[in-house]
């Protein structure tokens, strides 16, 4: 087992990140700690297809869902593509869109990785779809521990993206601000119990050691790994880097949002 598998998980045995990805973990040294993510091309439509999946979830909640599917049953295909596209699901602004695709492929990683579930979806609440929100990138929480990760995209990889991806988590561990939010969404859904339990672990957190890890993720073209390598400077040691390597990431991430888009328009299954 290596010190990555021991801080986040080990690298996914199926699923799609295992059919997408390649997993190598560098070798660790005092500062530096580094998991490299290496696509197989071949299943990179996959890939793309579990990914816009993925955007629409993070991105449209259950009772817009609902909106949205009962317009698709009495309007017409034109004017229900005109009312979707009405709902600004999607952010237009190329600086957002990048921050929330690798938001998304970040926490969905840990996720699987940690088996921790993802108990809020911010983007939900986010009041301005073309601004990125406040707070933390990605937070996972369960009784035990908190992965808290810091996710940038680059279309170039550069020392400055490394560093600028290890800013609040280079020194001192980083703490999450957005335990609160979360507490207040779960009151906000009824779940009572578990909104509390999260005020507790918030509580506990100012008073007691509390297993917390950071993450910082950079994604980018395959010269990534080079740069986290040559780059990475750490005095945290509960910090590890997840980069991800993949050609055009540019276009691989517009070619998702496409296809996010094609299936906020698609008839679901059950409907047929």
């Not at 609040?168 to 779960?186: C, E, H, K, Q, W």
Request: net charge negative.
């Amino acid at each position: 087992m290596t010190l990555q598998d021991k801080m986040i998980g080990k690298h996914p045995a199926d699923g799609v990140f295992c059919r997408w990805t390649d997993c190598s973990d560098t070798e660790c040294t005092d500062i530096k700690r580094h998991r490299h993510l290496s696509e197989k091309e071949e299943n990179r439509q996959e890939a793309i297809e579990s990914i816009a999946d993925w955007l629409v979830t993070y991105h449209i909640s259950e009772s817009k869902s609902s909106t949205l599917r009962g317009k698709q049953k009495i309007l017409d295909k034109y004017d229900f593509q005109e009312y979707a596209k009405s709902l600004r699901i999607f952010p237009k602004a190329d600086k957002t869109k990048k921050g929330n695709f690798g938001e998304v492929i970040l926490t969905e990683y840990l996720s699987q990785t940690s088996g921790i579930k993802v108990l809020i979806y911010k983007l939900h609440y986010n009041p301005n779809v073309d601004q990125s929100m406040k707070g933390d990138d990605v937070l996972l929480v369960d009784e035990n521990r908190i992965l808290l990760g810091e996710s940038k995209f680059r279309s170039t990889p550069n020392k400055q993206a490394v560093e600028k991806v290890s800013k609040s988590m280079n020194t001192t561990l980083a703490l999450p601000i957005s335990l609160g939010f979360v507490a207040d969404r779960l009151f906000d859904k009824g779940q009572t119990e578990l909104a509390e339990h999260i005020l507790d672990i918030q509580y506990k957190m100012s008073k007691t050691s509390f297993d917390i890890k950071n993450i910082g993720f950079l994604l980018s073209t395959t010269l990534v790994k080079d740069h986290v390598e040559n780059n990475m400077d750490s005095a945290n040691k509960e910090f590890v880097f997840i980069s991800l390597g993949i050609d055009n990431p540019v276009g691989f991430m517009e070619s998702a949002f496409a296809r996010a888009e094609e299936l906020l328009l698609e008839v679901p299954e059950d409907e047929f």
